[in-house]
């Protein structure tokens, strides 16, 4: 069974502009999460989508936003790009809210993103 | 609000001790506790988990955790630690009574010395 995939592995811009990441959750799956983690900072959690709808967010600006697709995959944008964004963004996937079992966020390897 | 404490930074170990990796939590209710691991320049993996039932559970790589409600606490244990557990290792907790997202620690750094 194929896990969690994210794209691209690693992207480059420059400030203000705009970066737009990727995740496939894994089959079955229809929660997707986003993190940041930024060097020393652990994981900070930034969006959580289900069944196509935003659920939770986490304390980002607006210009990080997101959707999940119909087949549950997402994307996540983020406008007006500034140096302290450069950081590695990791996307999970879980079960339906509701099983117990949807409480297992399973991981990609991440996307890293360095702002110059 | 729930929240979730990694006491320590960095934990050094010499390989064949037992280690230990501190976790604290706080919730209002009963917690859904989780334990992930995360390699160099890699995404984070499932190690275990505590929903209900047994206070010791038992996970991936030999690790296990208890879950002690009256510390609030949940652990990271392995008896016999190898150089390859170096890892950073990140708790996690969620209240199963409110609609809100899991909280992650901000990890603790794990050196296994040879």
């Known amino acids: 069974e194929a896990g969690v995939t994210q794209s691209p592995t690693h992207l480059i811009k420059t400030r203000g502009q705009q970066a737009t990441l990727r995740c496939s959750p894994i089959?079955?799956?229809?929660?997707v999460y986003w993190y940041q983690q930024a060097l020393g900072l652990g994981l900070q959690f930034l969006l959580w989508?289900?069944?196509?709808?935003?659920?939770n967010r986490g304390n980002f600006p607006p210009r990080f936003s997101g959707r999940q697709f119909p087949n549950y995959s997402s994307e996540l944008n983020v406008n007006a790009l500034e140096l302290e964004d450069s950081a590695l963004y990791l996307c999970?996937?879980?079960?339906?809210?509701?099983?117990?079992?949807?409480?297992?966020?399973?991981f990609g390897p991440g996307t890293r993103l360095l702002v110059l | 609000a729930q929240s979730v404490a990694q006491p320590e930074d960095q934990v050094n170990v010499a390989e064949g001790n037992p280690l230990t990796v501190k976790c604290t939590y706080s919730v209002s209710g009963n917690p859904y506790l989780f334990w992930y691991v995360q390699y160099p320049n890699r995404g984070l993996q499932f190690l275990l988990k505590?929903?209900?039932?047994?206070?010791l559970v038992k996970g991936s790589y030999g690790f296990e955790a208890e879950f002690n409600k009256s510390q609030t606490s949940f652990h990271l244990k392995k008896p016999s630690a190898l150089v390859s557990d170096s890892a950073l290792y990140f708790c996690?907790?969620?209240?199963?009574?409110?609609?809100?997202?899991?909280?992650f620690g901000k990890g603790t750094r794990l050196h296994i010395l040879p």
């Open positions: 089959s079955g799956h229809t929660s």
């Open positions: 505590y929903i209900t039932g047994d206070n």
């Open positions: 996690a907790v969620r209240d199963p009574n409110r609609d809100d997202k899991i909280i």
């Open positions: 999970a996937s879980s079960l339906a809210v509701g099983q117990v079992e949807q409480e297992t966020q399973y």
């Open positions: 989508y289900d069944e196509g709808e935003e659920r």
